[in-house]
Protein backbone atom coordinates (compact mmCIF):
# COMPACT_ATOMS: atom_id res chain seq x y z
CA UNK A 1 0.00 0.00 0.00
CA UNK A 2 0.88 3.32 -0.47
CA UNK A 3 1.22 5.40 2.41
CA UNK A 4 0.47 9.32 2.39
CA UNK A 5 1.20 11.71 5.41
CA UNK A 6 -1.68 14.54 5.16
CA UNK A 7 -0.18 18.07 4.22
CA UNK A 8 -0.61 20.16 6.80
CA UNK A 9 -2.90 23.17 5.76
CA UNK A 10 -1.87 25.78 8.19
CA UNK A 11 -3.25 29.21 6.73
CA UNK A 12 -5.93 30.61 8.51
CA UNK A 13 -6.13 28.05 10.98
CA UNK A 14 -3.68 28.46 13.40
CA UNK A 15 -4.46 31.52 14.00
CA UNK A 16 -8.23 31.57 14.01
CA UNK A 17 -8.71 31.75 17.79
CA UNK A 18 -5.71 32.70 20.02
CA UNK A 19 -7.18 33.69 23.64
CA UNK A 20 -4.01 33.54 25.42
CA UNK A 21 -1.41 35.75 24.97
CA UNK A 22 2.36 35.24 25.44
CA UNK A 23 4.18 38.09 23.63
CA UNK A 24 3.08 42.09 24.01
CA UNK A 25 2.76 42.22 20.78
CA UNK A 26 -0.27 40.25 21.31
CA UNK A 27 -3.47 40.74 22.66
CA UNK A 28 -6.22 38.45 24.13
CA UNK A 29 -9.04 37.35 25.95
CA UNK A 30 -8.91 37.55 29.91
CA UNK A 31 -4.62 37.60 29.57
CA UNK A 32 -2.56 40.53 30.97
CA UNK A 33 0.64 41.16 27.88
CA UNK A 34 3.19 38.96 28.99
CA UNK A 35 5.38 41.59 30.24
CA UNK A 36 2.58 41.74 33.33
CA UNK A 37 3.25 37.71 33.27
CA UNK A 38 -0.45 36.00 31.90
CA UNK A 39 -3.12 35.40 34.75
CA UNK A 40 -3.09 31.35 33.37
CA UNK A 41 -1.86 28.26 34.37
CA UNK A 42 1.33 28.74 32.91
CA UNK A 43 4.36 30.18 33.73
CA UNK A 44 5.61 33.36 33.46
CA UNK A 45 7.96 34.10 30.48
CA UNK A 46 12.03 34.73 30.96
CA UNK A 47 12.08 38.47 32.88
CA UNK A 48 8.37 38.60 32.96
CA UNK A 49 7.28 39.94 36.20
CA UNK A 50 4.25 38.32 38.31
CA UNK A 51 0.69 39.79 38.00
CA UNK A 52 -0.47 41.24 41.40
CA UNK A 53 -3.94 39.77 42.36
CA UNK A 54 -5.98 37.65 40.20
CA UNK A 55 -7.07 38.80 36.59
CA UNK A 56 -10.58 38.84 34.65
CA UNK A 57 -9.99 35.00 33.26
CA UNK A 58 -13.29 33.61 33.70
CA UNK A 59 -11.57 30.00 33.39
CA UNK A 60 -10.72 30.40 37.09
CA UNK A 61 -6.75 29.58 36.40
CA UNK A 62 -4.64 31.54 39.37
CA UNK A 63 -1.93 33.58 38.67
CA UNK A 64 1.59 32.20 38.53
CA UNK A 65 3.71 33.79 41.45
CA UNK A 66 6.86 35.03 39.13
CA UNK A 67 9.21 33.90 36.94
CA UNK A 68 9.37 30.33 36.08
CA UNK A 69 6.53 29.04 38.77
CA UNK A 70 4.11 26.87 37.15
CA UNK A 71 0.53 28.29 38.75
CA UNK A 72 -1.92 25.19 38.32
CA UNK A 73 -5.71 24.77 38.20
CA UNK A 74 -7.76 24.99 41.59
CA UNK A 75 -7.35 21.49 43.38
CA UNK A 76 -4.55 20.70 41.28
CA UNK A 77 -1.37 19.83 43.14
CA UNK A 78 1.96 20.73 41.06
CA UNK A 79 3.96 17.66 40.55
CA UNK A 80 7.93 17.17 39.01
CA UNK A 81 7.62 15.68 35.70
CA UNK A 82 8.95 12.36 35.50
CA UNK A 83 11.07 10.31 33.03
CA UNK A 84 10.99 6.76 31.90
CA UNK A 85 8.70 3.73 32.31
CA UNK A 86 7.00 2.23 35.13
CA UNK A 87 6.93 -1.71 36.39
CA UNK A 88 7.05 -4.04 33.32
CA UNK A 89 5.31 -7.45 32.63
CA UNK A 90 5.61 -10.98 32.72
CA UNK A 91 7.83 -12.04 30.32
CA UNK A 92 6.18 -15.24 29.86
CA UNK A 93 2.43 -16.42 29.92
CA UNK A 94 -0.67 -15.52 28.85
CA UNK A 95 -2.47 -12.09 29.78
CA UNK A 96 -6.47 -11.69 29.11
CA UNK A 97 -6.13 -7.78 28.71
CA UNK A 98 -3.77 -5.41 29.23
CA UNK A 99 -5.05 -4.32 32.47
CA UNK A 100 -4.50 -8.25 34.04
CA UNK A 101 -1.05 -8.02 33.00
CA UNK A 102 -0.31 -4.55 34.47
CA UNK A 103 0.06 -2.32 31.45
CA UNK A 104 -1.59 0.71 31.08
CA UNK A 105 -5.25 1.84 30.49
CA UNK A 106 -7.47 4.13 31.37
CA UNK A 107 -7.01 4.22 34.96
CA UNK A 108 -3.26 4.49 34.64
CA UNK A 109 -3.55 7.40 32.19
CA UNK A 110 -4.14 11.40 31.63
CA UNK A 111 -4.68 13.90 33.90
CA UNK A 112 -4.29 13.38 38.14
CA UNK A 113 -5.54 16.82 38.88
CA UNK A 114 -9.15 18.59 38.50
CA UNK A 115 -9.08 20.11 35.23
CA UNK A 116 -9.94 24.05 34.36
CA UNK A 117 -11.55 24.81 30.99
CA UNK A 118 -9.79 26.65 28.34
CA UNK A 119 -10.91 27.16 24.91
CA UNK A 120 -7.97 28.45 23.16
CA UNK A 121 -8.58 27.57 19.49
CA UNK A 122 -5.44 26.78 17.47
CA UNK A 123 -2.80 28.37 19.81
CA UNK A 124 0.66 29.26 19.30
CA UNK A 125 3.41 29.02 22.38
CA UNK A 126 6.20 31.05 21.37
CA UNK A 127 7.59 31.52 25.53
CA UNK A 128 10.42 29.15 26.42
CA UNK A 129 9.54 27.43 29.53
CA UNK A 130 6.16 27.23 29.57
CA UNK A 131 4.58 25.11 31.70
CA UNK A 132 0.78 23.87 31.03
CA UNK A 133 -0.96 22.11 33.92
CA UNK A 134 -4.72 21.60 35.02
CA UNK A 135 -5.65 22.76 31.61
CA UNK A 136 -8.95 21.08 29.87
CA UNK A 137 -8.19 22.60 26.39
CA UNK A 138 -10.59 22.93 23.42
CA UNK A 139 -8.28 23.82 21.05
CA UNK A 140 -4.70 22.82 19.53
CA UNK A 141 -0.89 23.29 20.67
CA UNK A 142 1.64 24.56 18.11
CA UNK A 143 4.81 24.81 19.59
CA UNK A 144 7.14 27.75 18.20
CA UNK A 145 10.07 27.44 22.36
CA UNK A 146 11.73 24.95 23.85
CA UNK A 147 11.49 23.52 26.82
CA UNK A 148 7.96 23.33 27.17
CA UNK A 149 5.68 20.88 29.30
CA UNK A 150 2.09 19.88 29.06
CA UNK A 151 1.00 18.20 32.23
CA UNK A 152 -2.00 16.55 34.06
CA UNK A 153 -4.39 18.36 31.24
CA UNK A 154 -6.84 17.34 28.41
CA UNK A 155 -6.51 18.63 24.27
CA UNK A 156 -9.18 17.87 22.63
CA UNK A 157 -8.85 19.21 19.11
CA UNK A 158 -10.23 19.82 15.80
CA UNK A 159 -6.83 21.04 14.29
CA UNK A 160 -5.06 18.48 12.40
CA UNK A 161 -2.68 17.52 15.24
CA UNK A 162 -3.54 18.04 19.06
CA UNK A 163 -0.15 19.13 19.92
CA UNK A 164 2.70 19.91 17.43
CA UNK A 165 6.44 20.46 17.89
CA UNK A 166 8.34 22.86 15.01
CA UNK A 167 11.45 22.18 13.78
CA UNK A 168 13.63 24.24 15.72
CA UNK A 169 12.51 23.52 18.99
CA UNK A 170 13.39 20.83 21.35
CA UNK A 171 12.32 19.91 25.46
CA UNK A 172 9.13 18.68 24.55
CA UNK A 173 7.20 16.68 27.33
CA UNK A 174 3.31 15.84 27.27
CA UNK A 175 3.04 13.33 30.41
CA UNK A 176 -0.33 12.66 32.31
CA UNK A 177 -2.48 14.05 29.79
CA UNK A 178 -5.34 12.63 27.93
CA UNK A 179 -4.92 13.94 24.11
CA UNK A 180 -8.31 13.43 21.99
CA UNK A 181 -10.40 15.01 19.10
CA UNK A 182 -13.73 14.97 17.43
CA UNK A 183 -14.17 12.43 14.87
CA UNK A 184 -15.65 14.27 11.88
CA UNK A 185 -14.86 17.73 12.64
CA UNK A 186 -11.06 17.70 11.94
CA UNK A 187 -9.32 19.27 8.70
CA UNK A 188 -8.59 16.17 6.73
CA UNK A 189 -11.43 15.27 5.39
CA UNK A 190 -13.37 15.40 8.71
CA UNK A 191 -10.28 13.39 10.11
CA UNK A 192 -7.70 13.79 12.30
CA UNK A 193 -3.95 12.97 11.57
CA UNK A 194 -1.72 13.26 14.89
CA UNK A 195 -2.49 13.55 18.79
CA UNK A 196 1.52 14.24 19.00
CA UNK A 197 3.21 15.19 15.92
CA UNK A 198 6.98 16.14 16.28
CA UNK A 199 8.52 18.28 13.05
CA UNK A 200 12.08 19.04 14.35
CA UNK A 201 14.87 16.64 15.05
CA UNK A 202 15.15 16.91 18.84
CA UNK A 203 13.30 14.33 21.09
CA UNK A 204 9.82 14.28 22.28
CA UNK A 205 8.77 12.80 25.84
CA UNK A 206 5.17 11.29 25.81
CA UNK A 207 4.08 9.43 29.08
CA UNK A 208 1.80 8.54 31.00
CA UNK A 209 -1.35 9.88 28.05
CA UNK A 210 -4.50 8.55 27.35
CA UNK A 211 -4.74 9.24 23.62
CA UNK A 212 -7.20 8.56 20.74
CA UNK A 213 -9.37 9.34 17.93
CA UNK A 214 -6.48 10.68 16.20
CA UNK A 215 -5.47 8.85 12.64
CA UNK A 216 -1.99 8.39 13.28
CA UNK A 217 -1.32 9.12 17.25
CA UNK A 218 1.82 9.51 17.89
CA UNK A 219 4.15 10.63 15.00
CA UNK A 220 7.64 11.10 15.33
CA UNK A 221 11.21 9.87 14.42
CA UNK A 222 12.84 10.21 17.69
CA UNK A 223 11.36 10.32 21.14
CA UNK A 224 11.01 8.92 24.45
CA UNK A 225 6.95 6.94 24.91
CA UNK A 226 6.37 5.49 27.46
CA UNK A 227 3.43 4.26 29.78
CA UNK A 228 0.77 5.65 27.14
CA UNK A 229 -2.59 4.33 26.56
CA UNK A 230 -2.96 4.48 22.62
CA UNK A 231 -6.77 3.39 21.60
CA UNK A 232 -10.21 3.76 19.53
CA UNK A 233 -8.81 5.39 16.46
CA UNK A 234 -11.08 6.54 14.10
CA UNK A 235 -10.84 6.00 10.20
CA UNK A 236 -11.39 8.44 7.78
CA UNK A 237 -11.19 9.10 4.64
CA UNK A 238 -8.69 12.12 3.78
CA UNK A 239 -8.37 15.11 1.41
CA UNK A 240 -7.42 12.63 -1.71
CA UNK A 241 -10.30 10.44 -0.90
CA UNK A 242 -8.53 7.22 0.28
CA UNK A 243 -8.86 5.91 3.80
CA UNK A 244 -6.29 7.45 6.08
CA UNK A 245 -3.44 5.00 7.28
CA UNK A 246 -3.76 5.04 11.03
CA UNK A 247 -1.38 3.86 13.57
CA UNK A 248 -0.68 4.19 16.89
CA UNK A 249 2.25 5.13 16.87
CA UNK A 250 4.22 5.92 13.72
CA UNK A 251 7.91 6.99 12.35
CA UNK A 252 8.82 7.93 8.45
CA UNK A 253 12.28 7.31 9.30
CA UNK A 254 15.37 9.80 8.51
CA UNK A 255 15.43 9.91 12.34
CA UNK A 256 18.91 11.49 13.35
CA UNK A 257 18.23 10.34 17.20
CA UNK A 258 17.26 7.33 19.03
CA UNK A 259 13.38 6.92 19.20
CA UNK A 260 12.10 4.58 22.41
CA UNK A 261 8.59 3.05 22.76
CA UNK A 262 8.60 1.51 26.38
CA UNK A 263 5.79 -0.17 28.27
CA UNK A 264 2.52 1.45 26.34
CA UNK A 265 -0.93 -0.10 25.52
CA UNK A 266 -1.26 0.61 21.64
CA UNK A 267 -3.86 -0.23 19.94
CA UNK A 268 -5.36 -0.04 16.41
CA UNK A 269 -8.91 -1.48 16.01
CA UNK A 270 -9.60 -0.09 12.47
CA UNK A 271 -10.07 -2.62 9.70
CA UNK A 272 -7.36 -3.30 6.66
CA UNK A 273 -10.16 -2.45 4.31
CA UNK A 274 -10.39 0.85 5.79
CA UNK A 275 -6.54 1.94 5.89
CA UNK A 276 -5.13 -0.16 9.05
CA UNK A 277 -1.67 0.29 9.04
CA UNK A 278 0.21 -0.61 12.19
CA UNK A 279 0.29 -0.42 16.12
CA UNK A 280 3.48 0.37 15.81
CA UNK A 281 4.63 1.58 11.88
CA UNK A 282 8.45 1.47 11.57
CA UNK A 283 8.56 3.26 8.02
CA UNK A 284 11.66 3.98 5.65
CA UNK A 285 9.20 6.90 3.87
CA UNK A 286 11.53 9.59 4.53
CA UNK A 287 14.76 7.73 4.93
CA UNK A 288 16.54 5.26 6.84
CA UNK A 289 14.91 3.76 9.81
CA UNK A 290 17.71 3.33 12.76
CA UNK A 291 18.01 3.35 16.51
CA UNK A 292 14.51 2.41 17.41
CA UNK A 293 13.74 0.87 20.65
CA UNK A 294 10.53 -1.07 21.18
CA UNK A 295 10.58 -2.82 24.72
CA UNK A 296 7.59 -4.63 26.82
CA UNK A 297 4.41 -2.94 24.86
CA UNK A 298 1.08 -4.55 24.78
CA UNK A 299 0.40 -4.17 20.55
CA UNK A 300 -3.30 -5.12 18.56
CA UNK A 301 -4.14 -4.55 15.32
CA UNK A 302 -3.50 -2.54 12.25
CA UNK A 303 -3.23 -4.91 8.86
CA UNK A 304 0.45 -5.83 10.74
CA UNK A 305 0.57 -5.16 14.30
CA UNK A 306 4.49 -4.15 13.95
CA UNK A 307 5.93 -2.73 10.82
CA UNK A 308 10.09 -3.11 11.85
CA UNK A 309 11.93 -0.71 9.98
CA UNK A 310 12.27 -2.68 6.17
CA UNK A 311 15.39 -3.14 4.31
CA UNK A 312 18.59 -1.00 5.33
CA UNK A 313 17.46 -0.99 8.99
CA UNK A 314 19.42 -1.03 11.58
CA UNK A 315 19.58 -0.34 15.48
CA UNK A 316 15.90 -1.93 16.14
CA UNK A 317 15.47 -3.48 19.06
CA UNK A 318 12.18 -5.50 19.94
CA UNK A 319 11.87 -7.00 22.89
CA UNK A 320 9.64 -8.69 25.22
CA UNK A 321 6.45 -7.30 23.65
CA UNK A 322 2.82 -8.68 23.84
CA UNK A 323 1.23 -9.46 20.61
CA UNK A 324 -2.63 -9.56 21.37
CA UNK A 325 -5.12 -11.37 19.54
CA UNK A 326 -8.03 -9.29 21.13
CA UNK A 327 -8.72 -8.30 17.25
CA UNK A 328 -7.27 -10.88 14.99
CA UNK A 329 -5.90 -14.06 15.41
CA UNK A 330 -2.21 -12.94 14.13
CA UNK A 331 -2.42 -9.41 16.24
CA UNK A 332 -2.37 -7.83 12.88
CA UNK A 333 -4.70 -8.52 10.21
CA UNK A 334 -2.05 -10.38 8.28
CA UNK A 335 0.67 -11.33 10.41
CA UNK A 336 2.17 -10.09 13.50
CA UNK A 337 5.51 -8.25 12.19
CA UNK A 338 6.30 -7.45 8.43
CA UNK A 339 9.76 -5.71 7.21
CA UNK A 340 11.82 -7.23 9.69
CA UNK A 341 15.62 -6.65 8.37
CA UNK A 342 17.11 -9.59 10.44
CA UNK A 343 20.46 -8.72 8.99
CA UNK A 344 20.42 -5.43 10.31
CA UNK A 345 23.71 -4.05 12.10
CA UNK A 346 21.61 -4.15 15.69
CA UNK A 347 18.53 -5.45 14.92
CA UNK A 348 17.52 -7.39 17.85
CA UNK A 349 14.15 -9.96 18.11
CA UNK A 350 14.08 -11.71 21.48
CA UNK A 351 10.99 -12.14 24.07
CA UNK A 352 8.10 -11.37 21.96
CA UNK A 353 4.79 -13.35 22.15
CA UNK A 354 1.14 -13.44 21.84
CA UNK A 355 -1.44 -12.62 24.32
CA UNK A 356 -1.93 -16.70 24.37
CA UNK A 357 1.44 -17.10 25.04
CA UNK A 358 2.68 -18.22 21.83
CA UNK A 359 6.21 -17.08 20.87
CA UNK A 360 6.58 -14.70 18.08
CA UNK A 361 9.11 -14.91 15.41
CA UNK A 362 9.57 -12.78 11.96
CA UNK A 363 9.33 -14.87 9.06
CA UNK A 364 12.59 -14.47 7.04
CA UNK A 365 13.03 -11.66 5.31
CA UNK A 366 13.01 -12.10 1.38
Not at 108 to 130: E, K, V
Not at 179 to 199: F, H, R
Not at 317 to 328: A, G, I, L, M, P
Request: net charge negative; proline share 6%.
Amino acid sequence: MVRRRSRLLLAGVLLAVVLTVFQASRSGVGEHSVAACPDSAMTCAPGASAATGTGPDTAGGTAAAGPGRTASAPGSTASPPATGGTEQPPATGSCASPSACRFPDARTTGPRTALTPHSTGALSIHDDGTVIQGWDITGSLDIYANNVTVIDSRVTSTNWWGINLRAGFSGLRILHTTITAVPGKGPDNGGEDYAVSNMGGSSVEVGWCDVSVYGDALSMGQGNIHDNYVHDIAPFRNLGGEWQHTNAVISDGGNKGTLTIRHNTLLNPVSSDQGASGSIGLFADTGVVANATVDGNWLAGGAYALYGGGKGATGIKVTNNVFSVQYHRGSGAYGAVAAWNAAGAGNVWSGNRTSDGRPVNPEPSP
